[in-house]
């Protein structure tokens, strides 16, 4: 079993930025990749990001390409989630999500962490 636990969401001006973290209790968090999702008022859950268990594989959605970057620290059970030139449109709630073979499915594992907001403003 895999705890996830998302923190560092926040309100921040359009071209800003916010790191996002999320933290995983469980002994095998470092054997699984980690995705981040979103999900914005009235509209589906999206993938956004994902990482591979190694840190080798990265896999991010065409409308955060070059503005996020997903970085993990195995020692640290702890994924990262760098977002900068944030968007009104980057407003959602933030899920971190862990399994086995996301970022090549791009479909979500078992494991959700609560969720942390983003809200940028223009």
């Known amino acids: 079993q895999v705890q996830l636990v998302e923190s560092g969401g926040g309100l921040v001006q359009a071209g800003g930025s916010v790191r996002l973290s999320c933290a995983a209790s469980?002994?095998?968090?470092?054997?699984?990749?980690v995705a981040w999702f979103r999900q914005a008022p009235g509209k589906e859950r999206e993938f956004v990001t994902a990482?591979?268990?190694?840190?080798?594989?990265?896999y991010y959605t065409d409308s955060v390409k070059g503005r996020f970057t997903i970085s993990r620290d195995n020692a640290k059970n702890t994924v990262y989630l760098q977002m900068n030139s944030l968007k009104p449109e980057d407003t959602a709630v933030y899920y971190c999500?862990?399994?086995?073979?996301?970022?090549?499915?791009?479909?979500?594992?078992?494991?959700w962490g609560q969720g942390t907001q983003v809200t940028v403003s223009s």
């Open positions: 999500n862990s399994g086995l073979r996301v970022v090549l499915t791009h479909t979500p594992g078992p494991f």
């Open positions: 469980g002994r095998t968090f470092s054997s699984l990749d």
């Open positions: 990482i591979s268990w190694s840190g080798s594989t990265t």
